[in-house]
């Protein structure tokens, strides 16, 4: 409390008050209601009239503060004895401007019914407590004519006096001191109700609402303003008395009016102290122009400061001795407001008037009761009563939740209608998305958002509920068909919330199959589709192995090989066994070991001898992380040894060791790129190429019918015309005599017309292998076209040689919607000559998109006399990832991948060696 100033909630005791104050009756006078925006919110010029001094000044608005909307002030007058209640609230025009003008944006996003949702309950509230604490109130209006809406809010707040009746006495009985009336009653009287208009017509403004200026009529009893404020009071009376606002007995109404004294004042703005300094100065200006005597101009004492005046100085007419008028009354015998044959009974004429210190203690309970316990979160026994003070005043909340609840089951029912057993977080924000553009089509008014929110909560929850699926995609871009699980070997509890659920452990499966051919091409199989790069270009193949291709002729490509560990016993060492702590023994073991031969760890870089002797014996599957098991039990061991070497040696073979091993296990987990670091090698490798045998396997004639999957008249190689320069005639009919027998014969078969071509040529038979996803297999006579004949085409082969292939393009197994078929392998038959056929594949899976390369230092040199088959990566996985397959067959404008020009050359620097 500043001074005898002070604002709810008081949070004070009346041990805090001073003794000379704390003892002293007070009469409590309330004011509240609305203000013109002129008055910033401010009733309080009317106190600062009555008790002659300035207290409530202009409200300092304070931008973006909710908590001071309502705002209930108040001042103890100690030589009136009063009490007197300010309430400021978004009621009044300047609070609502303001707040609307903070809150622009909000309302052209949401409107206005959703920012003013709430503010007449809380106004509602705040007005409540008034009726509960004072003997006077002063309801204000801007205007000169009463404000329907009051009765609205008298109504409602009469129905819940009486439902909150039992919580209010409860709190009081907690109060020494306080008469049995008052506890049962919860209010210390019936509060007399004055109402205050703060402007009056016109016509009436300034000193001519005071006399009557008709010349021409018989002169009434009363002035125009007082005539004004009979007909206002008759007005309220009468539409009290048919709400049953008000009634015979003063102690079971809300609040009671005089039944023989005035209780309407109107402001005529003749003293300054109702409207502003600007409308008073208009209003004396017309009262100058209208007056007809000089007496009449120099009688006004002007509009400013009139309410410093001391009491006899006052006139007569004027707000602070109307108001005085009814404050002496209720000091002299309290207030007997019943009608007729109740006046005077003793069972309806409550009045009580309590010490200010008694008053704060109860204020503030009541206070406290109203505006937090009865509508805090945790519930009150009678919150339900606050509750229909909110449907009561919140009339457009009310429809609007009644609406939305009624549409919210439609809206569910459109989400759960058609759903799979598990279905992914795409497919639930699509069914979430249609759900609410249902309920947006019905849902009106401000609680709308609200239970959108609920809608979405409760489709959520149905989701979560056991139908989640998993998200993980494949490599080829199909969604995993099981519900949400983890991986063998990963944890499976999963908490949501403060509940734990457990996922099923299983792998990964998009129900799609594939059909595709082992590394040689001739065997083929259903493949599952592979969600690890691993399993698309690996164990997929070396399942395979087993039953096809184990007994070729393989050759291998970099990959990363674990480092291997040879034990030699060296040096003794002191070993010293960690203690450890049982739960059930709490003794400390300790073992030392002297003299103990360890063997020294040595770490070998692996040869290509030893890839060979791996290349010779595949391994039938691999695993993520190819560590040895031998060595990672001894580098965890050494770890915790203490070595004692000689005199001046320091303990720096394990630091050496373990440095070493660390910079040894780093591999690449994806493919080896040209932009991949240097010296890095990927973990396993994803191409093949092997050697089918010797190059008599393959007859043109017939083409490669022995291998499954071929489309007719497209499983033909493609002839190479490869010329021989470098050599003499007579080397190679000394070396090569099958070359030159085979020039003699092309040379007599040559027709008359034919030109005549010395040149010595061998030929390397090559084709380009495209597989879809059905199984179906062949050849391409053109960079974009599938092979259609058998026939021999001289130039083909050197086009395809020359150029980029595509990747990927349409599948002639189907007409309308083809599939996409992948450039799987590259045939080539070496000829049997001094010529070596080297093979370099660079393939770029998208444009502009990293150039995946085998990680040979330079190109491979393929035998003479053989037929090999190099079988390229079924998927690409870089460093950003995998690369997915196109949907639809690229076209010219739509590229999707190419294999690089160069993959496959020629060298005639022959050795035989």
Known sequence: MDGNKFSFPLKLTPESLETHLKNRQCLVVSFFGKTPYTLHSNKGAFIDQVIGRSVFGPSDFIANDDSIEPLIEGYFCPERDCVFLHMRSWMDTYSLAEKCRQADEYLQHKGILAFWSSRRYEHARAALALFHLSHIMVCCSPGHTFDISYVHLFKSLDNLRNKIQPAVAEVLKTVPGIPKDWINHGRPCSPRVLFLFLSCPTALRGTRGSRDERRDAKPHKHPPIKRLEYSLEDQIYRILRKARIITNVAANSLF???????????????????????ATLINNCFSLMGAQEMSDVTSDPGPFYTQFLTEENREKRCFSNFLREHINIGFERGFSDNISKHVGHSGGNQWEVPTLGVWVEIADKLFDLFTEELTSEEGHKHSEAMMTLRDDMETEIMFSELRCKKILPTAISAYTDGLPPHYTAEYHNAKLLGAMSMYSMQARGPAS?????VLAAECTNYWQSGRQMCEEISLTGNHCTARRHTLPGQDNMLEVGNTKKIL?????SSGVQYIAACNCGRRQANREDPFKLVDANYNFYQQLEEECCKDLEHVSFPEYSPAKVNLVPTEKIVVEVVEKKEEEEKE??????NEAVVPEVQVEEPSDNDEKKEEKDPSPERVETPAEDEAE???????NLH??????KSPSKVASLLARTSSQVEFLTHMKTLSSPPGLKPEFPSWSLVMVGSSHLYSHSSGLGAQPGFMSSSKFLLPWEVPLTKLSTAELNEKWPNIMENAAKRASLRGPDEPVDNRITVKVFIGYEYECPRGHR???SAPDKPMKSSSTMREAANKLVACDLPLYMACPCRITKPPVAQLTRLHVVTPKAPVWVTINPQIQPSPGGPIFVTGWDVPHKLSINSYWVLRLPYVYCGEGGAHLPPVIPPTADTPAGCLLKG?????EEFSEG
């Open 903 to 907: 993959s496959v050359c020629f060298d």
């Open 449 to 453: 958002e609200k239970f959108a929110e």
């Open 256 to 278: 009671a009016v005089p039944s023989n004294q005035e209780f309407v004042y109107v402001e005529t703005g003749s003293q300054g102290t109702g409207m502003d300094t600007q």
């Open 633 to 639: 039990i001894i580098l965890e061991v050494l770890e």
């Open 504 to 508: 099923p452990t299983m792998q990964h």
């Open 588 to 593: 400390d073991v300790e073992v030392s070991v």
């Open 778 to 780: 062949f050849m391409v």
């Open 643 to 648: 070595i004692e070497g000689s005199a001046g």
